[in-house]
């Protein structure tokens, strides 16, 4: 059974730093596309980052120089390390396999 979980989510104040992870199950991470979604309050569910089997990154503009996505294949895992924290980051946090498998998502939310 297919499962992936996020944690890490918590709430901090502006400036300050959390380090999200994904923990899959029941799959394996490697070879495959991962990314990382946000839902703020209201809005939509958009793109905050992705890794490619390979390695290579990409970062929507609101996260980039903050935001830095990783992976540990060995341990099945994604993570999302963010840093300089604003209100406006403040959302649920998803991630997702191949844009087919998702988490139910951690709640993020930073205080001004």
């Known amino acids: 059974q297919v499962r992936l979980m996020e944690s890490g989510g918590g709430l901090v104040q502006a400036g300050g730093s959390l380090r999200l992870s994904c923990a899959a199950s029941?799959?394996?991470?490697?070879?495959?596309?991962m990314a990382w979604y946000r839902q703020p309050p209201g809005k939509q569910r958009d793109l905050v980052a992705t890794?490619?089997?390979?390695?290579?990154?990409n970062y929507a503009d609101s996260v980039k120089g903050r935001f830095t996505i990783s992976r540990d294949n060995a341990q099945n895992t994604l993570y999302l390390q963010m840093t300089n924290l604003k209100p406006e980051d403040t959302a649920v946090y998803y991630c997702?396999?191949?844009?087919?498998?998702w988490g139910q998502g951690t709640q993020v939310t930073v205080s001004s």
């Open positions: 997702s396999r191949g844009y087919v498998y």
């Open positions: 029941g799959t394996r991470i490697t070879g495959y596309l």
């Open positions: 890794i490619d089997g390979d390695g290579s990154t």
